[in-house]
């Protein structure tokens, strides 16, 4: 006989550094299950793919090599032009955003989720890899970003950090949450974020996981040109 899921798994370790999470929140008399992963970059690899030739839903990004994980990345044009900068092994394309906006970023073994304005984007940075977006949702030591609302509900992707290093993704895998309860919910969570960006979202947003008995997560509704992933070292 199955045993329902409860409210909040607690963290579940999956090996390599990687821990999921499934939390139960409720807004306003809605329920919503997210998807939390927590990753330890010491113990493995991330990397931003990038193919605006051949867009493709995130399962397939997945099912393309051993990967550990994956969420889809920033936001894209429609002919899947990164909007912002995106560097792919070392490959760069798009313009860096200025002024505002947050990054995922990887310089050898250091991997960061930094706000833009505070520390905006160099060119001589040598980074392998990294992502924009936009907006930032906590920034500044936990604080939330945002004071003002879209209004808009939607599925929602997020990269943050937390105090202690780890990246840590979240996924609405429905329409869920507006920016700014969005931002107000990550600052006030136990999730300890020291910063966090919102990712594209809507029809784009994904995360799959590598569990132990197969492919945990939600894929993406749309094709997408790039991903965030994580592979064993």
């Keep these: 006989m199955s045993t329902a899921e409860p409210d909040d798994t607690g963290w579940q370790s999956l090996g390599h550094g990687i821990e ?3 939390l139960l929140v409720e807004l306003n008399g809605v329920s919503n299950r997210l998807w939390i992963a927590r990753v330890d970059p010491a113990g493995v690899r991330f990397r931003v793919l990038y193919d605006r030739a051949n867009p493709r839903p ?4 997945f099912t393309g090599g051993k990967l550990l994980l994956a969420v889809n990345a920033g936001y894209f044009t429609e002919d899947y032009h990164a909007t912002g900068l995106i560097i792919s092994d070392g490959a760069r394309s798009g ?7 947050g990054m995922f970023a990887v310089q050898n ?3 960061e989720v930094r706000w833009l304005v505070a520390r905006p984007y160099n ?4 980074l392998r890899q990294a992502v924009q977006a936009f907006p930032m949702l906590v920034h500044s030591g936990g604080k939330p970003a945002i004071d003002q609302d879209d209004g808009d509900l939607a599925r929602r992707t997020v990269v943050g950090q937390d105090r202690q290093g780890r990246i840590v993704f979240v996924v609405s895998p429905d329409a869920f949450f507006r920016l700014k309860t969005l931002s107000a919910f ?7 974020l020291d910063t966090a960006l919102n ?3 809507g029809p784009s947003s994904g995360i799959l996981i590598a569990g132990h008995a197969g492919t945990l997560g939600v894929d993406s509704w749309i094709k997408i040109p790039a991903a965030i992933v994580v592979e064993a070292r």
């Design 20 to 22: 999921l999470r499934r």
């Design 58 to 61: 995130l399962s397939e990004w």
């Design 95 to 101: 313009q860096s955003y200025a002024g505002f906006g």
């Design 109 to 111: 073994d250091r991997v």
């Design 123 to 126: 060119p001589t940075e040598p």
């Design 186 to 192: 990550l600052a006030a969570s136990d999730l300890e």
């Design 199 to 201: 990712l594209d979202g």
